[in-house]
């Protein structure tokens, strides 16, 4: 690095070339300032999953990143780093082959994969042997022996999406076996549409003005919003941080369920309850038992806006089972006291409340339960589609509150049309017992489902290694497949895993465009190429057009001049522009100036409330359900006949909990999102000294967990069960419940011996601990909070962290 210190220089920077630079003034956040200048500082507009920024140059090399002028809640940390990733020790320079593979193709040993015993070729030689084999693997096996992979969260940019284009490509060569769904929302996906009749994790949510002004009570419940709204899937425009900086400045009741007390509990002092992990649908039943049995719930809106309320009743008060699931029941296994959920349950009744439910409650064994009772709890209280009322399952996620602005959408680059007889999507989190399996059916939502036989895989732009469960048990399924290629900037594990590597451009060796707001979609920014691909670095457009030349495919791939692809975009978002009334600078105007272009929000977006239409008229406004209503009871679900499951929500006890008469002196791990980094991106940028304990992934521990096994805060400690074995950085803590730790994923994977199953991971990746078992067989999704670990002080001499070194070419 050319700075020694890239994180103060960068936010010297960013106080000494801003124009508004004074008018910096702190917020009370946990962790940012409010950027309230108008003037645009000097530097090339870019963006990336953390904000838009202003990229400084220096002899070629990226030297500093400054937070977007329009940005309201900068995240100053990760931008500052950002240069850090581009000249990056872990990044791959050239097309590497394993050693193995070049000499033995496809019948090489598989077993090598992991060992880093690469040999460096040209790019012919790489792109000649993945065409070939892709053409052998075809003619051999037929489209459904390709695994195409990439999970969404891709670099930034509407044109350089390597999932796009290496879908266009194996679109042309017949068709592949891909994921369905993803590890963020399985479960809720799984679902969600048999009881709202869509998704609901991903749409927008209602807008935060209008909850600030209605509000008077928040449960968020198992969500961090001040942490994850720091990113977002397109550059974040960081609105819903403003709404929760209404929410405190108006000082509306906020309680947080969570094990943890989150940085968004402290920064709306909230009332901090803290249930035992997965013991979450058992607590909301008693909450609503005692809104049943008091006669608190909204009968008028159970009988109009849903159906199966009645046969969900005797569950509820113990009728069916003679159990009724009651306070006293609730707190039994939540370990929370009974009158705090009864209180709990009162104040919701009498206050206008907005239940914000997180998506870490749906990634456990039967996560699917957690949801549909949120759904039971909100329709209980009768204030959907109400301003202020009701409840979000992604109000945490990419500021969906967003008021939305007045203008024109951005396409992007299109995968093509898929042929006839495409094979059938897989769902994600079944990705090692698929390669295991091939030929196994599985149930999944109704339906069976067919395992195929992969041969090829093929993923770009992801790291599948990183948040797949059970790094083992998926070490030994991906030594299944003949050929394995990876399109990627960094030396990940799972690149490190792969025969034929090739190396990608980062997105700010090349040119591109993007939306700012995913859901306010206020701006639209040029992304300007900062400085030159490094090494021989190519961009996963021209990758996969190069492979389609190869294959004979390259007039109907289309390649284009890249700067005609981008100004193809910026004219369809003009065109949806000036259909409302919204005039654009011409394409070269835009490009050229150096700034970018914002729509205008109007103030009646701010109202917008999510399910107000169904409320004012549920006939013509229906739901996407079989009965146009909120399904508390669904005959479809009911009717897959699957053991142990009813059709309405219900408590599951998980097989693996601190509830189990087998956890014993075990802890339950939590792996949930990172402050500094999204999923395993940014994990080898220099921001990482900012957490980093020991030069290792932090794991919280409470203090008396810490105590009774003779740990002290700055440990190195070591983390297992059967499943694997990590080392961690203890930061022992008031803020957490007794009984759980908290590792968080995206940690990459560093084997002290690579390759070798059950080897010691040097750095700390919670998916070596975690299980590879679905959450039911309706969503068939990642269960990752489902985890019992032993941590004890770590004796033994550190090993070197290797994880963000490349490997060592032959």
Not at 2 to 15: D, G, K, V, W, Y
Not at 252 to 261: C, M, N, R
Not at 277 to 296: F, R, W
């Amino acid at each position: 690095m050319a700075n020694a210190n890239p994180l103060n220089l960068s936010r010297r920077t960013f106080l000494g070339t801003t124009a508004a630079a004074g008018a910096l003034a702190a917020l009370g956040t946990p962790f940012t300032a409010k950027f309230a200048g108008a003037a645009a500082p000097d530097g090339i507009i870019t963006a990336a999953h953390w904000g838009v920024m202003r990229a400084t140059v220096e002899d070629g090399k990226f030297v500093s990143a400054v937070p977007f002028e329009k940005d309201p809640f900068p995240n100053v940390d990760m931008i500052a780093s950002t240069p850090s990733m581009v000249h990056d020790k872990a990044r791959i320079e050239y097309p590497m082959v394993r050693k193995g593979f070049l000499e033995n193709g496809h019948e090489s040993d598989t077993s090598e994969r992991g060992t880093g015993d690469f040999v460096r070729v040209s790019w012919d030689e790489a792109l000649d042997l993945v065409a070939r084999e892709m053409k052998r693997v075809k003619d051999d096996f037929g489209p459904a022996s390709f695994y195409v992979g990439n999970m969404g969260w891709k670099s930034s940019g509407r044109l350089h999406n390597p999932r796009a284009s290496l879908v266009r490509l194996m679109n042309l060569h017949g068709g592949f076996s891909a994921p369905l769904g993803d590890y963020s929302t399985g479960a809720a996906q799984g679902i969600m549409p048999h009881v709202m009749g869509g998704l609901e994790v991903y749409s927008p949510q209602s807008a935060w003005p209008g909850v600030a002004e209605n509000a008077e009570l928040l449960v968020i419940w198992g969500a961090d919003p001040m942490v994850t709204l720091k990113i977002g899937f397109a550059p974040p425009d960081h609105q819903a941080l403003k709404g929760f900086e209404a929410f405190k400045a108006k000082g509306i009741e906020t309680v947080v369920i969570d094990p943890k007390k989150t940085k968004t509990a402290k920064y709306l002092d909230a009332e901090w309850i803290a249930p035992r992990p997965q013991s979450d649908v058992a607590m909301m039943l008693g909450v609503a038992h005692t809104l049943y049995t008091e006669e608190l719930h909204d009968q008028d809106f159970l009988d109009e806006y849903t159906v199966g309320f009645d046969q969900f009743v005797p569950y509820l008060t113990g009728e069916s089972d003679g159990q009724p699931k009651d306070a006293d029941w609730a707190a039994e296994i939540a370990e929370v006291d009974a009158e705090t959920i009864r209180t709990l349950a009162r104040k919701m009744a009498e206050k206008r409340t907005f239940l914000m439910g997180g998506w870490a409650l749906q990634r456990t064994e039967n996560g699917e339960q957690t949801y549909w009772m949120l759904v039971t709890l909100a329709s209980m209280l009768g204030e959907i589609g109400l301003p202020g009322g009701g409840f979000s399952v992604g109000y945490h996620y990419n500021s969906t509150s967003a008021p939305r602005a007045t203008g024109g959408g951005l396409p992007g680059l299109s995968g093509g049309e898929p042929p006839a007889d495409m094979p059938p999507r897989i769902p994600c989190a079944r990705i090692a017992d698929m390669l295991m399996n091939p030929g196994a059916k599985i149930d999944f939502n109704g339906k069976k489902m067919t395992y195929p036989d992969i041969r090829m895989i093929m993923w770009a732009g992801g790291n599948p290694f990183s948040h797949h469960q059970d790094r083992n048990k998926l070490i030994e399924a991906w030594r299944k497949p003949e050929v394995v290629v990876i399109q990627e900037p960094w030396w990940t594990t799972t690149a490190r895993f792969a025969d034929i590597v090739l190396p990608a451009t980062t997105p700010f060796e090349r040119d591109d465009i993007e939306i700012c707001g995913d859901y306010s979609r206020q701006f639209i920014v040029p992304m300007h190429k900062v400085v030159e691909p490094q090494g021989e670095a190519r961009n996963d457009y021209d990758i996969a057009a190069d492979l389609a030349d190869r294959l004979g495919y390259g007039a109907k791939f289309n390649r284009k001049e890249q700067l005609a692809e981008i100004e193809g975009f910026y004219n369809a978002c003009v065109d949806q522009a000036d259909k409302v009334g919204e005039a654009m600078p011409a394409f070269a105007e835009f490009w050229e100036s150096g700034g970018f272009h914002e729509f205008p929000v109007a103030d009646k977006a701010g109202s917008w409330v999510r399910h107000a239409d169904f409320r004012e008229d549920p006939d013509i406004e229906s739901l996407g359900t079989p009965s146009g209503r909120i399904e508390l009871f669904s005959k479809k679900v009911e009717g897959f006949g699957y053991e142990g499951i009813f059709g309405h929500a219900q408590w599951i006890a998980p097989t693996e909990w601190l509830g189990s008469d087998a956890s014993g002196e075990m802890l339950h791990m939590v792996s949930p999102h990172p402050e500094y980094r999204i999923h395993s991106q940014m994990n080898s940028a220099d921001v990482r000294e900012k957490y980093a304990v020991q030069g290792r992934e932090p794991i919280e521990i409470s203090a008396a967990d810490a105590e009774t096994r003779g740990i002290a805060d700055g440990d190195v400690v070591r983390v297992f069960n059967d499943r694997g074995q990590a080392l961690a950085g203890a930061v022992v803590t008031e803020d957490l419940l007794p009984g759980v730790v908290r590792l968080c994923e995206g940690a990459w994977y560093d084997p002290e011996k690579p390759g070798e199953i059950g080897t010691l991971d040097k750095y700390g990746s919670p998916n070596t601990l975690t299980r590879d078992v679905p959450s039911s067989k309706i969503g068939q999704a990642t269960t990752a909070h489902t985890a019992l670990v032993q941590v004890e002080k770590y004796a033994g001499d550190l090993p070197d962290v290797t994880a963000f070194q490349a490997p060592m070419a032959s």
